[in-house]
């Protein structure tokens, strides 16, 4: 079962037999009830806590208010409101500029890593925990880390940099290191993680592709181009989605890095909503920014999920 | 990885070759675990390097002196054991709450059969689209509804049904025959002596996979406990260290060594499930 899953298999379980006699149909029917019975804390869990929250962020994004009593109705004058606001625009461009570099790289190192410990070398469990490691520690630790490494004055990154016989880089103070610090953190914190996905992946090559390619005479980069680039092709869809989902996000290594800044530098959408919504108070504006990543969440997954379905035809 | 292995020799074209691209390779691997552990070792070698290793010009890869009195110094400036219980109290309560709803909601979507299953399925998986933040202020509105503010439900409760932990169990359940569970209806067992005797028993790298991210996600949470938690006696420890990150800026020493001390539960608990989490990943389908 590959990751296209979630529909694919919903459509493929549907084909159960509807029972003819009556006792079938009332044995179902109990066994409907229990089904529901045990589900139900799940449901109204997700009821409570994202569905509802997540109309109700549409229905906020159309009032102005500041979080204490009924906020004032005022239609689309916070997506008014937003389209000249600067910063709102910066965290826009940031993120996507942001998920734009980082989620290519975390993926192509993670299938290097993978394609790397894929074959019996010293150490390979060893190697495999550690690369993984980045990603179970937590955002603040990572962030507070990688706030003292990149340190202007006795960070250790300008240490080494000096040491190399160059100039510390003005990594807190200067908008595109800064940005280029979290990239780097995140990337760090990610690459295992498509590492991993990525070895379960290579496990489920058909043996014969291979077989047939070394027949041809293929080798090294045409292998991987040809067998398993295409064979992988199920993994990348799923690890695109889920790491373009994660890396809009991205909220605490940010917050605790560089706090969104110098000036706007390294702001993001959810860095800006948190603030609006919980530090200035305007909880209509940060609902509507919160549409806005949601509609754009959305829409990628759509149009990915078609050119996934597009080439899987073609194939 | 036999198969890409009898590949490679082929391709390499006799066993000179491939013995000298196996050293390359595990060589390239040390200078990439050197890079990927460095930020690691360099948390713990802050933490235990006195002051004046840390503001001098010099790079030392070794303490000049074995500080441990950093972890205390730390520790008890602010109300860190309070919060590590705090942290450790969430996190278990949460564990067990998830893993145990994820678990029956797994076994109902993979395994009974009712009406509007595949709707259900849908809706919950079309849940792990919608970014935590676009439904912050609407979630902590019904949190305040409740009265909940400052507690740790706040906390626990609204984050405890977990789509993809609820994807996961599914998959993992698929895989088990359906002649396990008929064979104990026939012997008269009821639906949940069903799941407790026959299908647990066989989800043991599914538990391990559920517990190991549902831990993580809890013990690393920051954004939502930083809002519904207002006092400082009920923070978690990513907060206590971003409010030490406030109160003791330059104390990179501390700050490093507290790092550390929230880190390592985290660590732990990769490391007794980790050899689970490759193969729950490979098994439950996510490939």
């Known amino acids: 079962m590959t990751v296209q899953a979630p529909a694919g298999s919903a459509v493929r379980s549907r084909r159960a037999p509807e029972p003819r006699s009556a006792p079938a149909r009332r044995r179902r029917r109990r066994e409907g009830a229990t089904a529901y019975l045990l589900i139900a804390p799940n449901l109204v869990l997700f ?33 008014r409101q937003m389209a000249s606001d600067d910063v709102f625009w910066r965290s826009l461009v940031n993120t996507l500029v942001f998920a734009g570099i ?36 937590s955002g603040v630790v990572i962030g507070l880390t990688g706030d003292w490494m990149f340190n202007e004055n006795i960070g250790v990154v300008n240490k080494i940099l000096r040491v190399l016989g160059g100039d510390g880089v003005s990594w807190q103070s200067s908008p595109v290191p800064a940005f280029a610090s979290v990239v780097a953190v995140i990337v760090w914190t990610h690459v295992g993680f498509c590492m991993v996905i990525y070895l379960a992946g290579l496990q489920g090559v058909p043996r014969e592709r291979y077989e047939a390619a070394s027949v041809d005479g293929a080798q090294g980069w045409q292998v991987l181009r040809h067998v398993t680039l295409p064979a992988l092709r199920p993994t990348t869809f799923f690890l695109v989605v889920m790491m373009v989902i994660t890396t809009f996000q991205v909220f605490d290594v940010v917050y605790v890095l560089t706090g969104g800044g110098p000036g706007n530098a390294t702001q993001m959408l959810t ?45 | 990885m036999s198969v890409l292995s009898t590949t490679a020799r082929r391709a390499g074209r006799g066993r000179g070759r491939s013995r000298a691209t196996t050293a390359g390779r595990f060589a390239l691997l040390l200078v990439i ?33 074995l500080e441990l009195g950093n972890f205390s110094r730390a520790w008890n400036a602010l109300p860190f054991s309070t919060w590590f219980v705090n942290s450790v109290a969430i996190a278990v309560v949460a564990v067990v709450l998830t893993v145990s709803i994820n678990l029956v909601a797994g076994f109902v979507l ?59 169990a599914r998959q993992f359940m698929l895989a088990i ?60 420890l990513p907060i206590g260290l971003t409010f030490l990150q406030g109160q003791y800026t330059t ?26 989490l490759v193969q729950g990943i490979a098994t439950t389908g996510l490939k």
Not at chain 1, 122 to 135: E, V
Not at chain 2, 113 to 119: A, D, L, M, P
Not at chain 2, 187 to 195: E, P, Q, S, Y
Request: glycine share 6%.
């Open chain 2, 251 to 276: 104390d990179y020493s501390g700050l490093m060594a507290m790092a550390l001390v929230s880190a390592l539960p985290m660590l732990v608990v990769f490391l007794v499930f980790q050899r689970y």
């Open chain 2, 177 to 236: 025959p359906d002649e396990l569970i008929d064979a104990a209806k026939v012997d008269g067992a009821g639906t949940l002596r069903i799941l407790r005797s026959v299908i647990l028993p066989l989800c043991k790298p599914l538990i391990a996979v559920l517990v190991i991210f549902t831990f993580m996600y809890r013990w690393n949470e920051f954004a939502w406990p930083l809002i519904v938690l207002k006092d400082q006696d009920l923070y978690t």
């Open chain 1, 271 to 315: 860095t800006y909503a948190y603030s609006t919504g919980f530090g200035s108070r305007r909880q209509g504006y940060a609902a509507a920014i919160g549409v806005v990543m949601y509609l754009l969440v959305l829409a990628f997954t759509v149009v990915w999920w078609r050119a996934h379905k597009h080439q899987e035809a073609e194939a």
């Open chain 1, 47 to 79: 009821a409570l806590f994202m569905l509802i929250p997540l109309l109700l962020t549409f229905v906020l994004g159309l009032q102005e208010s500041s979080g204490f009593g009924a906020g004032r109705w005022i239609g689309l004058g916070n997506y």
């Open chain 2, 110 to 168: 993979a395994k009974m059969r009712f009406t509007g299953r595949n709707v259900v399925l849908l809706v919950i998986v079309s849940t792990l689209m919608i970014p935590v933040q676009v439904v912050m202020v609407p979630q902590f509105r019904i949190v305040a509804e409740l009265g909940w503010v400052n507690s740790y439900w706040a906390v626990i409760i609204p984050r405890a049904a977990e789509a993809f932990g609820i994807f996961l």
């Open chain 2, 33 to 65: 675990a050197v890079i990927m552990a460095f930020p690691l070792f360099w948390m713990a070698l802050t933490a235990v390097s006195p002051e004046r290793d840390l503001a001098g010009p010099d790079l030392r890869f070794w303490p000049s002196s």
């Open chain 1, 102 to 137: 980082t989620v290519p790289a975390s993926l192509a190192l993670g299938l290097g890593l993978a394609l790397l410990l894929n074959r019996p070398v010293r150490g390979r469990a060893a190697f495999r925990s550690l690369f993984y490691l980045p990603y179970v520690i």
